[in-house]
């Protein structure tokens, strides 16, 4: 029986929301590989979705001075006006549009928008559909859950360079979809909307008035082959896309929590959320953002420059691994090479099983395909390379993926 007094220290139930939340596994990795370096073990990672620059000094410098000019108070919850604006014009410069200051709203990041557009579009518990990438960054799914709305996943084919197939998209939408999330640059297979597919996805939304668009443009500034291309800038689909970019990857920016958001409809929506929740996002974080978007671009070019590099680099060393094969990745600083073979040498039954001996037997950290989502069917294996690594990080860990093969072919 229980004590009437354990009764009382046993927690209440939580909600089917709370019970639903995911997380990002990357962060459960990295607490892996953690303890491993404390333990004194010789680990090369490439878990960390982050630029491993520091903010360029002039940043730095702008958020000092706000911070002695005491400009460290709430701001409106959308942001300051000279930041509302920069983003504005940045924004609407790269993709060709005009976007006014008052559509954009600034947040504590970019992430917040993903929660933000979901509960703002769907209704809890009412079969609403979101259509998502897979794989994909796992908070959209996670998010779409808690929201209580239904998670269609569209797979990204590496028979497409990791796009999807717009027919499968167009058999996907029904007349309970809400919303499609948009991830180009793409995290985790660095993969791009081409011209042609965001062509054929206009076409098919304007079938399905219905339907909005979360454009998560978080690694706009880090694509590779041509010109950057956003779904918004195609005729009727501004009005109805959020478009989502930030500070964080561009400039080095990862902890100082600056994202923004545009869309007319939506912009107040999300300042309400934004007053709902954090109040407003740092006030010394969006004086550096002011500087970060309108000042110098020479250190963002050099990091864009230095991360296509390495990008040249691992690859070219991925694809001679016994047992691996690596596509090259348009954008962001992810590598996703195919380990289907791999895994069938090294007697790893999957690619977590394979992520798990690399880490404990050969000392190199990585995340596994399931860390983004179900495994898109007949596609075989994956493991996620961040090359945000230096040179001599990314040519050793390489070298002891290649022994750790190798060490198992007959
Ligand atoms: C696809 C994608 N969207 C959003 C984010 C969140 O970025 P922020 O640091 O601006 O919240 C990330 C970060 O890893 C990402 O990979």
Known sequence: MTHPREALHAAPRLSRRAESLGTENAFVVLAEVNALARAGRDIVSFCIGQPDFPTPANVQEAGIAAIRAGRHGYTPSAGIDELRAAAAADIGARRGLAIAPDDVVVGAGAKPFIAYTIASVTDFGAGEEVIYPVPGFPIYESQILANGAVPVPLYLRESRDFAFDPAELEAKITDKTRLLILNTPHNPTGGMLRAADLDAIAAILAEHPQVWVYADEIYSRLGYAGRFESLASRPGMLERTVICDGASKTWAMTGWRIGYAANRTLAPVFTRWITNTDSCASQISQWAAVEAISGPQDAADAMRASFLERRDLIVGLLNAVPGVRCKLPGGAFYAWPNVTEACRITGCADSEALRKRLLND????????????????????????????SPQAIREGIARLDRFVRGHQK
């Open 362 to 389: 050969a000392g190199v950290a990585v995340l596994a395909d399931i860390h983004f989502g179900r495994r898109v069917p007949g596609d075989g294996q994956h493991i996620r390379f961040s090359y945000a690594a």
